[in-house]
C-alpha cells in the first residue's frame, strides 16, 4: 500500500503538459519553508492507497494528458516510499503514461535506481549548492543530492533542476554561479525551473502548533526573480520562472 497525502488533478507546474499530481506522505528533509509540514511525517494524515486506485485515477483522467501530460509523484519525499512504487510504476509504463518524480535526490538505493529507471523524467529539487547554507536551509546535506544528478547524467536519464529561491538563504549570486558552473555540461539536464519562494504554507504550522522559522522573510519581488534569472541563464539555455 501506498500512503498518499492528496492528489491535484490538471497540475500545469509539476512537469509538462497537464498532470495528476500525487503528493505521498513522508519526507527526510526539514526545509524551512516547506509548504506541506503535514507530509513530513510518514505516518501522518495519509490514505493508504492501493497500486489500482492510483492507477485506475490516472487512466480516467488519460484523455487530458494528450502528447505530453502524465502523472507526477510529488510530497513529502517520493524515494521514502520507492519500494512501493515500484509496482504502480510499471503498471503506468504498460498502460503508456508519462511519469515524473519530483525529488530532493538525498536518498539512493536498489529501489530508487528502479524507480527512476522506470520514470519518463526526474524534477531534481536541488535547494542550495553551497553545502553550509543547504544544511542550515534543509538541516540535511546536499552531498547524496549532487552524486544522484550525476548519476542521471551517467544513465542517460532526463531530468529538470528545480530551485526555491529564498532571499538570505537561496538567492545568493556566489551560490547561483557555482551550480551554474557544475552542472553546465550536464547532457540530460533539460531545463532548470526557478520556483518563487513563497508563504502560502504558513496556516499549517500555525495549525500544527509549529513554529515557521522563515517568518521575516519576503516573498521576492519580479526584479529579483528576473536578476536571478539573467544569472542561470549565463550557464543554461533553457530557464524558466515557475
Given at each position: 500500500m501506498i500512503r498518499v497525502h492528496s492528489y491535484e488533478?490538471?497540475?500545469t507546474f509539476d512537469g509538462p503538459g497537464l498532470r495528476?499530481?500525487?503528493f505521498l506522505q513522508g519526507c527526510n528533509f526539514r526545509c524551512l519553508y516547506c509548504a506541506n509540514p503535514d507530509t513530513i511525517d510518514l505516518k501522518g494524515e495519509s490514505k493508504e492507497t492501493s497500486v489500482e486506485d492510483i492507477l485506475q485515477m490516472a487512466m480516467s483522467q488519460k484523455p487530458f494528458f494528450g502528447k505530453k501530460g502524465g502523472i507526477t509523484f510529488s510530497g513529502g519525499e517520493p524515494t521514502v516510499q520507492a519500494k512501493e512504487l515500484i509496482p504502480l510504476f510499471r503498471r503506468l509504463k504498460e498502460v503508456g503514461i508519462h511519469?515524473?518524480?519530483d525529488t530532493n535526490g538525498s536518498i539512493f538505493n536498489d529501489d530508487v535506481k528502479e524507480l527512476f529507471t522506470l520514470a519518463d523524467l526526474i524534477l531534481l529539487d536541488v535547494k542550495q549548492f553551497n553545502p553550509e547554507r543547504h544544511k542550515t536551509l534543509t538541516e540535511r546535506s546536499n552531498t547524496q543530492t549532487?552524486?544522484?544528478a550525476?548519476?542521471?547524467e551517467e544513465n542517460e536519464k532526463p531530468f529538470w533542476l528545480r530551485y526555491v529561491l529564498v532571499?538570505?538563504?537561496?538567492?545568493?549570486?556566489?551560490?547561483?554561479r557555482s551550480l551554474g558552473e557544475h552542472f553546465r555540461n550536464y547532457k540530460m539536464l533539460q531545463r532548470v525551473e526557478i520556483l518563487p519562494y513563497h508563504t502560502?504554507?504558513?496556516?499549517k504550522y500555525e495549525a500544527m502548533g509549529k513554529?515557521?522559522?522563515l517568518a521575516g522573510v519576503k516573498e521576492n519581488t519580479s526584479e529579483q526573480l528576473d536578476k536571478a534569472k539573467e544569472v542561470f541563464d549565463e550557464y543554461f539555455p533553457t530557464v524558466y520562472i515557475n
Open positions: 488533478s490538471m497540475g495528476l499530481v500525487v511519469i515524473c518524480v549532487l552524486a544522484t550525476a548519476w542521471l532571499q538570505g538563504y537561496s538567492a545568493i549570486e556566489e551560490d547561483i502560502l504554507g504558513v496556516h513554529e515557521y522559522k
